[in-house]
Protein backbone atom coordinates (compact mmCIF):
# COMPACT_ATOMS: atom_id res chain seq x y z
CA UNK A 1 0.00 0.00 0.00
CA UNK A 2 2.68 2.63 1.14
CA UNK A 3 4.82 2.17 -2.35
CA UNK A 4 0.95 2.95 -4.26
CA UNK A 5 0.07 5.80 -2.11
CA UNK A 6 3.61 7.53 -2.60
CA UNK A 7 3.28 6.81 -6.25
CA UNK A 8 -0.21 8.24 -6.68
CA UNK A 9 0.97 11.15 -5.17
CA UNK A 10 4.18 11.72 -6.60
CA UNK A 11 2.18 11.58 -10.15
CA UNK A 12 -0.15 14.23 -8.46
CA UNK A 13 2.72 16.50 -7.38
CA UNK A 14 4.30 15.93 -10.90
CA UNK A 15 0.94 16.74 -13.44
CA UNK A 16 -0.08 19.67 -11.07
CA UNK A 17 3.67 21.31 -11.14
CA UNK A 18 2.73 21.39 -7.09
CA UNK A 19 6.33 21.68 -5.79
CA UNK A 20 9.81 23.45 -6.60
CA UNK A 21 13.29 22.71 -5.13
CA UNK A 22 13.72 24.58 -2.00
CA UNK A 23 9.49 25.34 -1.43
CA UNK A 24 8.61 25.82 2.55
CA UNK A 25 5.47 24.24 2.78
CA UNK A 26 3.09 24.76 5.17
CA UNK A 27 0.62 22.01 6.23
CA UNK A 28 -2.85 21.96 7.73
CA UNK A 29 -3.21 19.88 9.99
CA UNK A 30 -6.32 18.98 12.01
CA UNK A 31 -5.07 15.53 13.25
CA UNK A 32 -7.66 13.58 11.13
CA UNK A 33 -6.94 10.69 9.23
CA UNK A 34 -6.46 12.79 5.95
CA UNK A 35 -4.04 15.43 7.42
CA UNK A 36 -2.26 12.69 9.02
CA UNK A 37 -1.40 10.75 6.56
CA UNK A 38 -0.69 14.17 4.36
CA UNK A 39 1.69 14.89 7.09
CA UNK A 40 4.11 11.42 7.00
CA UNK A 41 3.59 11.57 3.35
CA UNK A 42 5.50 14.91 2.83
CA UNK A 43 7.57 14.10 5.04
CA UNK A 44 8.56 10.82 3.13
CA UNK A 45 9.42 13.14 0.02
CA UNK A 46 10.94 15.93 1.31
CA UNK A 47 14.14 15.23 0.78
CA UNK A 48 13.44 13.94 -2.61
CA UNK A 49 11.85 17.77 -4.03
CA UNK A 50 14.43 19.34 -1.21
CA UNK A 51 11.36 21.11 0.83
CA UNK A 52 11.43 22.34 4.18
CA UNK A 53 8.00 21.75 6.25
CA UNK A 54 6.14 23.29 9.52
CA UNK A 55 2.47 22.70 10.78
CA UNK A 56 -0.08 24.64 11.25
CA UNK A 57 -3.49 23.70 13.34
CA UNK A 58 -6.76 25.90 14.23
CA UNK A 59 -8.49 25.09 17.07
CA UNK A 60 -12.04 26.01 16.11
CA UNK A 61 -13.34 25.99 19.80
CA UNK A 62 -16.63 23.98 18.12
CA UNK A 63 -16.04 21.25 20.68
CA UNK A 64 -14.95 22.63 23.42
CA UNK A 65 -12.60 20.34 26.12
CA UNK A 66 -12.47 17.43 22.58
CA UNK A 67 -11.28 20.61 20.61
CA UNK A 68 -8.37 21.38 22.92
CA UNK A 69 -7.52 17.25 23.57
CA UNK A 70 -7.35 17.60 19.60
CA UNK A 71 -4.96 20.49 19.42
CA UNK A 72 -3.08 18.86 22.07
CA UNK A 73 -2.85 15.85 20.24
CA UNK A 74 -1.71 17.70 16.95
CA UNK A 75 1.15 19.79 19.06
CA UNK A 76 2.46 16.16 20.94
CA UNK A 77 2.05 14.24 17.03
CA UNK A 78 4.07 17.02 15.37
CA UNK A 79 6.74 17.50 18.05
CA UNK A 80 7.28 13.74 17.79
CA UNK A 81 8.77 14.01 14.06
CA UNK A 82 10.56 17.18 14.83
CA UNK A 83 8.99 19.96 12.96
CA UNK A 84 7.31 23.18 14.18
CA UNK A 85 3.60 23.44 15.17
CA UNK A 86 2.12 26.72 14.45
CA UNK A 87 -1.40 27.20 16.56
CA UNK A 88 -4.34 29.39 17.05
CA UNK A 89 -7.62 29.09 18.50
CA UNK A 90 -10.40 31.21 17.38
CA UNK A 91 -14.37 31.38 18.39
CA UNK A 92 -15.68 30.78 15.17
CA UNK A 93 -19.43 31.11 16.58
CA UNK A 94 -18.69 34.63 17.40
CA UNK A 95 -17.11 35.33 14.58
CA UNK A 96 -20.22 33.26 12.54
CA UNK A 97 -22.73 35.07 14.64
CA UNK A 98 -20.80 38.65 13.90
CA UNK A 99 -20.75 38.17 9.99
CA UNK A 100 -24.33 36.15 9.20
CA UNK A 101 -22.27 32.90 7.69
CA UNK A 102 -23.20 29.36 8.08
CA UNK A 103 -21.05 27.40 10.70
CA UNK A 104 -19.65 25.64 7.71
CA UNK A 105 -18.89 29.16 5.82
CA UNK A 106 -17.53 30.72 9.02
CA UNK A 107 -15.07 27.95 10.14
CA UNK A 108 -13.62 27.54 6.28
CA UNK A 109 -13.22 31.63 6.21
CA UNK A 110 -11.22 31.29 9.33
CA UNK A 111 -9.14 28.66 8.59
CA UNK A 112 -8.12 30.31 5.36
CA UNK A 113 -7.39 33.58 6.70
CA UNK A 114 -5.02 31.60 9.72
CA UNK A 115 -3.30 29.81 6.86
CA UNK A 116 -2.42 32.65 4.72
CA UNK A 117 -1.66 34.91 7.54
CA UNK A 118 0.53 32.30 8.61
CA UNK A 119 2.46 31.33 5.66
CA UNK A 120 2.86 35.23 5.17
CA UNK A 121 4.41 36.10 8.16
CA UNK A 122 6.67 32.93 8.46
CA UNK A 123 7.70 32.68 4.90
CA UNK A 124 5.94 30.13 3.37
CA UNK A 125 5.27 29.71 -0.24
CA UNK A 126 3.09 26.89 -0.25
CA UNK A 127 -0.13 25.70 2.03
CA UNK A 128 -0.44 21.82 1.77
CA UNK A 129 -3.89 20.78 2.38
CA UNK A 130 -5.91 16.97 2.40
CA UNK A 131 -8.41 16.86 0.47
CA UNK A 132 -9.08 13.69 -1.80
CA UNK A 133 -10.72 12.24 -4.52
CA UNK A 134 -13.66 11.43 -2.46
CA UNK A 135 -13.81 15.32 -0.98
CA UNK A 136 -13.81 16.17 -4.80
CA UNK A 137 -16.86 13.96 -6.00
CA UNK A 138 -18.78 15.15 -2.78
CA UNK A 139 -18.30 18.52 -3.59
CA UNK A 140 -19.60 18.09 -7.30
CA UNK A 141 -22.52 16.40 -6.00
CA UNK A 142 -23.24 19.32 -3.86
CA UNK A 143 -23.23 21.60 -5.79
CA UNK A 144 -25.22 19.91 -8.50
CA UNK A 145 -27.75 19.81 -6.12
CA UNK A 146 -27.09 23.29 -5.59
CA UNK A 147 -27.73 24.56 -8.69
CA UNK A 148 -23.90 24.93 -9.45
CA UNK A 149 -22.87 25.98 -13.31
CA UNK A 150 -19.92 24.67 -14.64
CA UNK A 151 -17.21 26.16 -11.84
CA UNK A 152 -18.93 24.53 -9.44
CA UNK A 153 -18.76 21.47 -11.61
CA UNK A 154 -14.60 21.74 -11.79
CA UNK A 155 -14.44 20.52 -8.27
CA UNK A 156 -11.73 21.30 -6.04
CA UNK A 157 -8.75 22.77 -7.57
CA UNK A 158 -5.45 20.48 -7.30
CA UNK A 159 -3.67 24.27 -7.17
CA UNK A 160 -4.77 27.45 -6.60
CA UNK A 161 -3.14 31.00 -6.02
CA UNK A 162 -4.30 31.71 -1.99
CA UNK A 163 -2.56 35.19 -1.69
CA UNK A 164 -1.78 36.65 -5.09
CA UNK A 165 1.29 34.26 -7.15
CA UNK A 166 3.54 34.59 -3.91
CA UNK A 167 1.73 31.85 -2.62
CA UNK A 168 -0.26 28.68 -3.71
CA UNK A 169 -2.59 25.97 -1.82
CA UNK A 170 -1.71 22.61 -2.99
CA UNK A 171 -3.52 19.45 -2.73
CA UNK A 172 -1.37 16.33 -3.37
CA UNK A 173 -4.16 13.94 -2.22
CA UNK A 174 -6.68 14.97 -4.67
CA UNK A 175 -5.54 11.56 -6.84
CA UNK A 176 -6.12 9.34 -3.19
CA UNK A 177 -9.11 7.51 -2.21
CA UNK A 178 -9.98 7.52 1.19
CA UNK A 179 -9.95 3.43 1.65
CA UNK A 180 -6.15 4.05 0.51
CA UNK A 181 -5.54 6.42 3.23
CA UNK A 182 -7.11 4.29 6.03
CA UNK A 183 -5.14 1.26 4.68
CA UNK A 184 -1.79 3.18 4.68
CA UNK A 185 -2.51 4.89 8.13
CA UNK A 186 -3.33 0.95 9.51
CA UNK A 187 -0.06 -0.10 7.64
CA UNK A 188 2.46 2.52 8.95
CA UNK A 189 0.72 2.43 12.19
CA UNK A 190 -0.12 6.16 12.65
CA UNK A 191 -2.33 7.53 15.33
CA UNK A 192 -5.38 10.10 14.21
CA UNK A 193 -8.37 11.58 15.74
CA UNK A 194 -11.98 11.36 14.44
CA UNK A 195 -14.47 14.09 14.63
CA UNK A 196 -17.94 12.86 15.43
CA UNK A 197 -19.36 15.91 13.70
CA UNK A 198 -18.17 14.14 10.47
CA UNK A 199 -21.52 11.38 11.22
CA UNK A 200 -23.88 14.30 11.61
CA UNK A 201 -26.66 13.79 8.60
CA UNK A 202 -27.85 17.71 8.81
CA UNK A 203 -25.09 18.71 6.71
CA UNK A 204 -25.65 18.17 3.45
CA UNK A 205 -22.34 17.17 2.62
CA UNK A 206 -22.67 14.40 4.90
CA UNK A 207 -25.81 13.28 3.89
CA UNK A 208 -24.23 12.56 0.20
CA UNK A 209 -21.01 11.17 2.17
CA UNK A 210 -23.27 8.92 3.93
CA UNK A 211 -26.51 8.30 2.05
CA UNK A 212 -26.66 9.59 -1.25
CA UNK A 213 -22.82 8.16 -2.57
CA UNK A 214 -23.55 4.57 -1.15
CA UNK A 215 -26.75 4.99 -3.00
CA UNK A 216 -25.16 5.75 -6.81
CA UNK A 217 -22.57 2.91 -5.76
CA UNK A 218 -24.78 0.14 -4.86
CA UNK A 219 -27.76 0.82 -7.76
CA UNK A 220 -26.00 2.57 -10.32
CA UNK A 221 -22.41 2.86 -10.99
CA UNK A 222 -19.77 1.33 -8.37
CA UNK A 223 -16.89 3.66 -9.57
CA UNK A 224 -19.35 6.82 -9.43
CA UNK A 225 -16.45 8.88 -7.26
CA UNK A 226 -14.12 8.02 -10.07
CA UNK A 227 -16.35 9.23 -12.44
CA UNK A 228 -17.12 12.44 -10.95
CA UNK A 229 -13.18 13.07 -10.30
CA UNK A 230 -13.08 12.47 -14.01
CA UNK A 231 -16.10 15.02 -14.59
CA UNK A 232 -14.23 17.59 -12.42
CA UNK A 233 -10.67 17.07 -14.53
CA UNK A 234 -12.77 17.41 -17.97
CA UNK A 235 -14.58 20.59 -16.75
CA UNK A 236 -11.98 22.55 -15.33
CA UNK A 237 -10.00 22.17 -18.43
CA UNK A 238 -12.58 23.39 -20.27
CA UNK A 239 -13.67 26.51 -17.75
CA UNK A 240 -9.91 27.49 -18.28
CA UNK A 241 -10.45 27.07 -22.39
CA UNK A 242 -14.03 28.76 -21.98
CA UNK A 243 -12.51 31.79 -19.62
CA UNK A 244 -10.00 32.43 -22.31
CA UNK A 245 -13.03 33.22 -25.23
CA UNK A 246 -14.63 35.68 -22.81
CA UNK A 247 -12.17 37.96 -23.48
CA UNK A 248 -12.98 39.22 -26.52
CA UNK A 249 -16.91 39.41 -25.67
CA UNK A 250 -16.19 41.41 -22.71
CA UNK A 251 -14.27 43.86 -24.85
CA UNK A 252 -16.78 44.22 -26.91
CA UNK A 253 -19.54 44.75 -24.64
CA UNK A 254 -17.49 46.79 -22.45
CA UNK A 255 -17.58 50.86 -23.30
CA UNK A 256 -15.47 52.16 -20.30
CA UNK A 257 -13.20 50.86 -17.95
CA UNK A 258 -11.27 52.39 -14.98
CA UNK A 259 -9.51 51.09 -11.98
CA UNK A 260 -12.88 50.97 -9.67
CA UNK A 261 -15.55 50.25 -12.85
CA UNK A 262 -16.86 48.99 -15.71
CA UNK A 263 -19.22 50.66 -17.93
CA UNK A 264 -21.70 48.26 -20.50
CA UNK A 265 -23.39 48.78 -23.36
CA UNK A 266 -26.93 47.42 -22.03
CA UNK A 267 -27.85 46.51 -25.92
CA UNK A 268 -24.72 44.80 -26.83
CA UNK A 269 -24.78 42.94 -23.41
CA UNK A 270 -28.06 41.83 -24.12
CA UNK A 271 -27.64 40.48 -27.20
CA UNK A 272 -24.94 37.90 -25.71
CA UNK A 273 -25.78 34.44 -24.96
CA UNK A 274 -27.17 34.09 -20.94
CA UNK A 275 -24.18 32.15 -20.52
CA UNK A 276 -21.70 34.39 -21.76
CA UNK A 277 -23.52 37.28 -20.30
CA UNK A 278 -22.85 35.72 -16.22
CA UNK A 279 -19.20 35.23 -17.06
CA UNK A 280 -18.92 38.70 -18.08
CA UNK A 281 -20.38 40.07 -15.19
CA UNK A 282 -18.31 37.43 -12.82
CA UNK A 283 -15.36 38.99 -14.92
CA UNK A 284 -16.44 42.59 -14.46
CA UNK A 285 -16.56 42.14 -10.69
CA UNK A 286 -13.42 40.55 -10.00
CA UNK A 287 -11.50 43.44 -12.17
CA UNK A 288 -12.97 45.83 -9.74
CA UNK A 289 -12.70 44.05 -6.22
CA UNK A 290 -10.09 41.88 -6.88
CA UNK A 291 -12.09 38.46 -6.26
CA UNK A 292 -15.31 36.96 -5.88
CA UNK A 293 -15.71 36.72 -2.03
CA UNK A 294 -19.12 37.15 -0.88
CA UNK A 295 -20.99 37.19 -4.30
CA UNK A 296 -23.16 34.78 -4.77
CA UNK A 297 -25.36 33.03 -7.26
CA UNK A 298 -28.38 34.92 -6.28
CA UNK A 299 -26.00 38.66 -6.72
CA UNK A 300 -25.38 37.96 -10.33
CA UNK A 301 -29.50 36.59 -10.75
CA UNK A 302 -29.93 40.64 -9.20
CA UNK A 303 -28.06 42.23 -12.00
CA UNK A 304 -28.93 39.70 -14.65
CA UNK A 305 -32.67 40.30 -13.54
CA UNK A 306 -31.79 44.58 -13.58
CA UNK A 307 -30.25 44.12 -17.10
CA UNK A 308 -33.09 42.12 -18.62
CA UNK A 309 -36.28 43.16 -17.19
CA UNK A 310 -34.91 46.85 -16.42
CA UNK A 311 -36.43 49.67 -15.00
CA UNK A 312 -34.10 51.48 -16.97
CA UNK A 313 -32.70 53.72 -14.20
CA UNK A 314 -32.29 51.69 -11.26
CA UNK A 315 -29.51 49.82 -9.46
CA UNK A 316 -28.55 47.00 -6.64
CA UNK A 317 -26.25 47.00 -4.23
CA UNK A 318 -23.72 43.82 -3.66
CA UNK A 319 -21.22 43.23 -0.72
CA UNK A 320 -18.48 44.80 -0.14
CA UNK A 321 -19.18 48.52 -1.79
CA UNK A 322 -20.26 47.30 -5.39
CA UNK A 323 -22.40 49.06 -7.04
CA UNK A 324 -24.45 48.07 -10.51
CA UNK A 325 -26.46 50.85 -11.37
CA UNK A 326 -28.45 51.03 -15.14
CA UNK A 327 -28.71 54.26 -16.96
CA UNK A 328 -31.22 53.94 -19.48
CA UNK A 329 -28.67 51.79 -22.44
CA UNK A 330 -25.74 51.53 -20.12
CA UNK A 331 -24.97 49.44 -17.32
CA UNK A 332 -22.08 50.50 -14.81
CA UNK A 333 -20.73 48.48 -12.32
CA UNK A 334 -18.69 50.35 -9.65
CA UNK A 335 -17.02 49.81 -6.40
CA UNK A 336 -17.71 53.25 -4.15
CA UNK A 337 -15.31 54.70 -1.71
CA UNK A 338 -18.11 54.73 1.48
CA UNK A 339 -20.54 52.00 2.54
CA UNK A 340 -23.55 52.15 0.15
CA UNK A 341 -25.74 53.06 2.72
CA UNK A 342 -24.34 56.53 2.86
CA UNK A 343 -25.19 57.16 -0.70
CA UNK A 344 -28.42 57.95 -2.40
CA UNK A 345 -30.33 54.66 -3.29
CA UNK A 346 -32.35 54.93 -5.90
CA UNK A 347 -35.83 56.09 -6.24
CA UNK A 348 -37.10 54.14 -9.51
CA UNK A 349 -40.13 51.95 -9.95
CA UNK A 350 -39.46 48.42 -10.32
CA UNK A 351 -42.24 46.23 -11.49
CA UNK A 352 -42.64 43.30 -9.47
CA UNK A 353 -43.02 39.73 -10.71
CA UNK A 354 -46.38 38.01 -9.95
CA UNK A 355 -46.44 34.52 -9.88
CA UNK A 356 -47.89 31.37 -7.39
CA UNK A 357 -46.48 27.80 -6.50
CA UNK A 358 -48.38 24.92 -5.09
CA UNK A 359 -45.83 22.35 -3.54
CA UNK A 360 -47.13 19.06 -2.41
CA UNK A 361 -45.63 16.91 0.00
CA UNK A 362 -43.55 14.60 -1.37
CA UNK A 363 -45.02 10.96 -0.18
CA UNK A 364 -41.16 9.87 -0.29
CA UNK A 365 -38.33 11.21 1.61
CA UNK A 366 -36.03 8.69 -0.42
CA UNK A 367 -33.39 11.18 -0.71
CA UNK A 368 -34.44 14.02 1.10
CA UNK A 369 -34.04 16.32 -1.79
CA UNK A 370 -36.21 18.21 -3.93
CA UNK A 371 -36.18 21.50 -5.58
CA UNK A 372 -38.93 24.10 -7.08
CA UNK A 373 -37.93 26.61 -10.03
CA UNK A 374 -39.26 30.47 -9.65
CA UNK A 375 -38.70 31.32 -13.57
CA UNK A 376 -39.95 34.28 -13.38
CA UNK A 377 -37.32 35.71 -10.66
CA UNK A 378 -34.68 32.87 -12.12
CA UNK A 379 -34.54 31.54 -8.54
CA UNK A 380 -34.87 28.14 -6.82
CA UNK A 381 -35.84 26.69 -3.48
CA UNK A 382 -33.71 23.47 -2.72
CA UNK A 383 -35.69 21.79 -0.04
CA UNK A 384 -34.67 18.60 2.43
CA UNK A 385 -35.56 17.20 5.33
CA UNK A 386 -33.74 14.81 8.47
CA UNK A 387 -34.51 13.80 11.75
CA UNK A 388 -33.33 16.10 14.26
CA UNK A 389 -29.50 15.54 16.23
CA UNK A 390 -29.95 17.75 19.10
CA UNK A 391 -26.31 17.44 20.01
CA UNK A 392 -24.90 18.90 16.94
CA UNK A 393 -27.76 20.92 15.35
CA UNK A 394 -27.19 24.63 14.67
CA UNK A 395 -29.52 27.18 13.23
CA UNK A 396 -28.49 28.42 10.33
CA UNK A 397 -27.66 32.73 10.39
CA UNK A 398 -27.14 32.44 6.22
CA UNK A 399 -30.57 34.11 5.17
CA UNK A 400 -30.44 32.42 2.20
CA UNK A 401 -31.38 28.76 4.37
CA UNK A 402 -33.89 28.28 6.65
CA UNK A 403 -34.83 25.55 8.77
CA UNK A 404 -38.46 24.75 9.29
CA UNK A 405 -40.21 22.65 12.03
CA UNK A 406 -41.63 20.07 9.60
CA UNK A 407 -44.81 18.90 11.55
CA UNK A 408 -45.96 22.68 11.72
CA UNK A 409 -46.29 22.82 7.96
CA UNK A 410 -49.28 22.56 6.80
CA UNK A 411 -49.06 20.99 2.99
CA UNK A 412 -49.78 22.28 0.47
CA UNK A 413 -47.34 25.20 0.93
CA UNK A 414 -47.39 28.19 -1.12
CA UNK A 415 -44.69 29.83 -2.54
CA UNK A 416 -45.95 33.31 -4.39
CA UNK A 417 -44.39 36.93 -4.71
CA UNK A 418 -44.90 38.80 -1.26
CA UNK A 419 -47.95 41.42 -1.62
CA UNK A 420 -48.42 44.56 -0.25
CA UNK A 421 -50.38 44.17 3.08
CA UNK A 422 -49.01 40.86 3.37
CA UNK A 423 -47.59 40.95 7.69
CA UNK A 424 -45.80 37.71 9.42
CA UNK A 425 -43.79 37.08 12.82
CA UNK A 426 -40.77 37.42 12.59
CA UNK A 427 -38.40 35.10 14.04
CA UNK A 428 -38.09 35.83 17.47
CA UNK A 429 -40.91 38.53 17.90
CA UNK A 430 -44.05 38.17 19.53
CA UNK A 431 -46.29 39.97 17.34
CA UNK A 432 -46.91 40.57 13.53
CA UNK A 433 -45.47 43.29 11.53
CA UNK A 434 -46.34 44.70 7.77
CA UNK A 435 -43.68 42.97 5.43
CA UNK A 436 -43.37 46.61 3.86
CA UNK A 437 -42.30 47.78 7.43
CA UNK A 438 -40.07 45.05 7.94
CA UNK A 439 -38.50 45.78 4.64
CA UNK A 440 -37.85 49.27 5.50
CA UNK A 441 -36.40 48.41 9.25
CA UNK A 442 -34.24 46.07 7.66
CA UNK A 443 -32.60 48.73 4.94
CA UNK A 444 -33.27 46.08 2.60
CA UNK A 445 -32.70 47.64 -0.69
CA UNK A 446 -36.03 48.38 -3.07
CA UNK A 447 -34.38 46.34 -6.11
CA UNK A 448 -34.01 43.18 -3.65
CA UNK A 449 -37.18 43.59 -2.45
CA UNK A 450 -38.94 43.05 -6.01
CA UNK A 451 -37.43 39.26 -6.14
CA UNK A 452 -38.44 38.20 -2.83
CA UNK A 453 -40.44 35.25 -2.73
CA UNK A 454 -42.60 34.30 0.14
CA UNK A 455 -43.03 30.62 1.28
CA UNK A 456 -46.80 30.28 3.00
CA UNK A 457 -48.19 26.88 4.98
CA UNK A 458 -51.89 27.81 4.81
CA UNK A 459 -52.63 31.82 5.18
CA UNK A 460 -49.55 32.31 7.27
CA UNK A 461 -46.01 33.19 5.71
CA UNK A 462 -43.71 30.64 7.28
CA UNK A 463 -40.64 32.11 5.48
CA UNK A 464 -39.46 35.48 3.61
CA UNK A 465 -37.01 33.84 1.66
CA UNK A 466 -33.49 35.00 1.53
CA UNK A 467 -34.29 37.35 4.92
CA UNK A 468 -36.52 35.82 7.76
CA UNK A 469 -38.02 32.80 8.65
CA UNK A 470 -41.80 33.33 10.93
CA UNK A 471 -41.38 32.67 14.61
CA UNK A 472 -44.26 30.35 14.26
CA UNK A 473 -42.32 27.50 12.81
CA UNK A 474 -38.81 27.81 14.59
CA UNK A 475 -37.15 24.76 15.74
CA UNK A 476 -38.26 23.72 19.32
CA UNK A 477 -37.30 21.32 22.47
CA UNK A 478 -40.09 19.44 20.70
CA UNK A 479 -39.46 19.68 17.16
CA UNK A 480 -38.35 16.08 15.63
CA UNK A 481 -38.07 16.60 11.86
CA UNK A 482 -36.84 19.82 9.69
CA UNK A 483 -37.25 21.15 6.97
CA UNK A 484 -34.17 23.04 5.22
CA UNK A 485 -35.24 25.40 2.53
CA UNK A 486 -32.21 26.85 0.40
CA UNK A 487 -32.42 29.99 -1.97
CA UNK A 488 -30.73 29.37 -5.04
CA UNK A 489 -29.66 30.91 -8.55
CA UNK A 490 -32.12 28.84 -10.78
CA UNK A 491 -29.30 27.83 -13.61
Same mark, same amino acid.
Given at each position: MIPRILNTLSKAIQRHTMFEKDDRVLIGVSGGPDSIALLHLLI =???? =???????VAHLNHNLREAMSDNDAAFVSSHVQSVGLKCYYRKEDICIYQRRHKLSLEHAARRVRYRFLIQTAQEEGFNKIALAHHCDDNAELILMNLLRGSGPLGLSGIPPVRNAAGPAIKIVRPLIDVSKKEILDYLDEAHLPYITDSSNADT !??? =???? =????????????????? !??LNQLANITRTEEEWISS???????????? !???????????????????????????AIHEIKGDFKRITFTHIALVMHLLKHGPVIGSIDLPDRIRVRRNNDKLVLSQKKTGLRNLKPSTANI??????? !????PEKWKLSCFAVTIEEIDMRLEFSHFAINRRNFRIHPNPDIACLDLDTLCFPLTLRNWKNGDRFRPLGMTGSQKLAKFFNSNKIELSQRINCPVLLSGNEIAWVAGHRMADSFKITSSTQKVLKIELLLAY
Open positions: =RIAP =RHELKLG !QYL =RNRI =RHDLIPYLQASYNPSIT !QTLITPFFKKTAIA !QSHNSVTFSVLKLRACHPASIRRIIRRKKPVYRY !QISK
